[in-house]
């Protein structure tokens, strides 16, 4: 007599053999994708970074030294999905806007220039300063798109990781 398939006990050690190998495998991957996520939100930022300093050469090359006053036209916040970092109707940010999510390896807006980048369960925020301005005693000059560097939570060693 032929088999034409696997008996239930060979399929369970089957199951149990991939488990043990997830559960091996999982805690080994988990800072890879930590990195992955870190490597992200440089390219991000130096990509938003670019494209305010060109935004800015346009207005230059038109007679205006003004930096773009908004990055995008989502409002004080964007909601899931909604796209950011796509400038408004006459000065566009970047080419191909980011999309709004509130998880791991995603932006969100969260005030008119304010926004999050997360990496696990923890938020980066960035500002971005369209004129020089002094906050808390730390001055911030025109065009910066920057997050808190100072002190030794995750998120301010996250920020130093991504924008030094």
Not at 23 to 40: G, S
Not at 96 to 102: D, I, W
Not at 128 to 154: E, I, L, M, R
């Amino acid at each position: 007599m032929k088999r034409f398939g696997f008996t239930m006990i060979e399929l369970v050690f089957i199951i149990v053999i991939l488990g043990i190998l997830a559960a091996v495998a999982f805690p080994k991957l988990a800072p890879l994708i930590e990195d992955a996520d870190l490597a992200k939100a440089k390219g991000d930022v130096a990509s938003i970074r670019a494209s305010i300093s060109s935004a800015r050469q346009k207005s230059l090359v038109q007679g205006s030294s003004a930096y773009p006053p908004l990055l995008d036209d989502a409002g004080a916040s964007a909601s899931s999905n909604e796209s950011i970092f796509d400038g408004n109707a006459t000065n566009p940010i970047l080419m191909y806007p980011l999309y709004a999510k509130n998880s791991s390896g995603k932006w969100r807006k969260t005030g008119l220039r304010q926004y999050t980048f997360k990496i696990s369960t923890t938020d980066i925020a960035f500002t971005y300063y369209p004129t020089k301005t002094t906050v808390s005693g730390v001055v911030h000059s025109a065009g910066q798109f920057d997050c808190n560097h100072t002190g030794t939570t995750q998120s301010a060693i996250y920020c130093r990781h991504i924008a030094e």
